[in-house]
């Protein structure tokens, strides 16, 4: 077993993640939200950033990869999962769980914006720049982070680690 160091507990995440909802409350007060998470990771994270917002809005998922079963980006992006909501005209909100290399995002955001939606940002729980190859804004995020392989709340290591309930490098 990798030895696992903590970088947010539960009662952390909990806190950040409510703080970033009242501020997309208060961003998106009569607003056409729709929240597209991108699988897999961010579907805890969204679950309770949903949870937390006090506005109504709209939410699908869209699947993407880069990475396969290897740690580290292959630059090829692939949808694995498009949405199935009507986002013309709409503001989008994509809900990500970690933003690394920053590829992905930007793909996706162009795939999205060409799909017809009136504005996209973005929410990360987690903003890893050491890897940064495209800058991409970030509009609203939990925690920044330098470096480190991160699992655990949604995020995975080989598919493992995700039901953690906080936040860890993981050392292998």
């Known amino acids: 077993m990798p030895e696992l160091v903590l970088v947010l507990s539960e009662k ?22 729709v929240l597209i998470g991108i699988l897999k ?17 709209e939410i699908d998922f869209i699947g993407a990869s880069s990475y396969g079963s290897d740690d580290k980006s292959s630059g090829e992006i692939k949808i694995t999962k ?4 009507n986002i013309k005209g709409k503001h989008v909100l994509l809900v990500e769980d970690l933003i690394d290399t920053g590829l992905t ?5 162009k795939h999205l914006k060409d799909s017809g939606a009136a504005e996209i940002k973005v929410c990360a729980l987690l903003d890893k720049y050491e890897r940064r190859e495209l800058s991409v804004e970030v509009d609203y995020s939990c925690h920044r982070i330098e470096e480190g392989f991160i699992v655990g709340y ?11 309930p ?3 490098h993981i050392k292998t």
């Open 105 to 109: 995002l930007g793909y996706l955001k």
């Open 41 to 57: 990771g961010s579907f805890i994270f969204m679950a309770d950033l949903v949870r937390k917002l006090s506005i109504p809005c």
């Open 12 to 33: 952390e995440i909990e806190k950040k993640v409510s703080l970033v909802a009242k501020k997309i409350s208060k961003d998106y007060l009569n607003k056409d939200l």
């Open 166 to 168: 906080a936040i860890y």
């Open 82 to 85: 498009d949405i199935n909501l």
């Open 154 to 164: 949604g995020i995975d290591y080989a598919e493992k680690y995700r039901n953690l």
